[in-house]
């Protein structure tokens, strides 16, 4: 992979942005009966068209569809696999104030992946050419990281599937970097030059209640973070020169509520050391990131967002205090390796975040005024 400076990541948002009403009345109409997949699907067309023309008077050098045709920020995308469904496992995610739905991804056979079935490669297709059309402005493309198919996959009754599928585990990691991999030329192969790989596993080995717990003992005595390291090095291993990859990694973001708590501290060896990407989105809005010390262990040349500005509120930062931590945490990585964005999405489910629209408009405003005050 080639060297990039701090200047060709450009200006970003993380991903996803809040459903429009009209959006979120299609979705249901459809889920009821009373308009077509096609008719949903051209509600969708125009609100995407409508955004990224949104994104680009804001000033961002890359468009993403806002995940607009999703439900959830990363099931939608393993959904899609040949050898995946989607089911329901009884309990969503115990986040700080609620519960989340309990949607969830199941192995059925052998994972793969087939740029004609999967439904995400048209879906960028549409992207790229509405980005096309209107000039000046580039597309992104976001999934989940391997490593949180890898967490899905073993979650709760999920695992048993995984073990009568997959008795040898090193094939599995096999199918599921194959899978990936050809995902990602894919994109690639329809004109994406820049993919993010949104990653929570790595947010609850930063929980120290969690750690304590008898699923977190489990998981360090498997050496898990080896698992997350092999499987999403695996999937961009040999890819073009010219497509840059993103990591975000998160502590989860579910209508303004969080999973886990704490540093970077016990993952940057790996994550920050070993993980081969170009550029990591970290969450650093609250104190329950931790310090900046961790960025030291950035290893090469790769890049860091930091994450200052939150998608959980509306209420914007103060400009000053936003200048300041970036400064902080020069101390530890160099500041033309640094850079700026909101922590996460304004909506890693078509629920949302307690904001409103033009509240997210305003925070990456935000951004980039700051971006061009600090950077130039």
């Not at 990281?145 to 999920?158: F, K, M, S």
């Not at 073990?163 to 990936?180: G, W």
């Amino acid at each position: 992979m080639t060297t990039k400076t701090t200047s060709k990541i450009g200006f970003q948002h993380v991903g996803s942005f809040l459903r429009p009403i009209e959006l979120k009345q299609a979705r249901s109409d459809f889920e009821d009966n009373k308009i077509t997949q096609d008719q949903l699907r051209s509600v969708e067309n125009s609100a995407i068209e409508h955004l990224i023309n949104q994104q680009k008077d804001a000033g961002l050098d890359y468009a993403t569809d806002g995940e607009f045709r999703r439900s959830y920020w990363h099931l939608d995308f393993f959904w899609g696999f040949e050898g995946v469904k989607h089911t329901h496992i009884g309990e969503g995610y115990d986040f700080s104030k609620g519960r989340s739905r309990d949607d969830t991804a199941i192995l059925t056979d052998k994972i793969s992946f087939d740029a004609n079935t999967h439904p995400f490669i048209q879906d960028f297709k549409f992207t790229k050419s509405i980005t096309d059309k209107i000039g000046g402005i580039l597309p992104k493309q976001t999934i989940p990281a391997p490593a949180q198919l890898y967490r899905e996959l073993t979650r709760g009754e999920n695992l048993e599937a995984l073990n009568r599928i997959y008795p040898d585990k090193q094939e599995f990691y096999n199918d599921v970097e194959k899978a990936y991999h050809d995902a990602i030329i894919a994109f690639y192969n329809e004109g994406a030059r820049v993919i993010q790989l949104d990653d929570c596993s790595w947010g609850r080995l930063l929980d120290k209640k969690f750690l304590a717990s008898a699923e977190g003992k489990k998981l360090v005595a498997e050496n898990v973070q080896d698992i997350y390291l092999e499987l999403n090095n695996g999937a961009v291993e040999d890819l073009p020169d010219d497509l840059t990859i993103n990591t975000h990694v998160c502590r989860g973001n579910f209508h303004s509520d969080f999973l886990f708590s704490g540093g970077y501290d016990n993952v940057a060896d790996n994550l920050f050391g070993k993980e081969n990407i170009d550029t990591y989105f970290l969450e650093y809005d609250s104190d329950r990131a931790g310090s900046f010390a961790p960025l030291a262990k950035v290893s090469g040349d790769k890049k860091v967002v930091l994450g200052l500005i939150t998608s959980k509120t509306g209420k914007l930062e103060n400009r000053q205090d936003i200048i300041d931590r970036i400064h902080e945490a020069a101390q530890y990585l160099p500041l033309n390796r640094l850079w700026l964005s909101t922590q996460c999405g304004f909506a890693s489910t078509e629920e949302g975040n307690v904001i409103t629209e033009a509240q997210q408009w305003e925070k990456l405003a935000l951004v980039k005024s700051i971006q061009a005050e600090v950077w130039g």
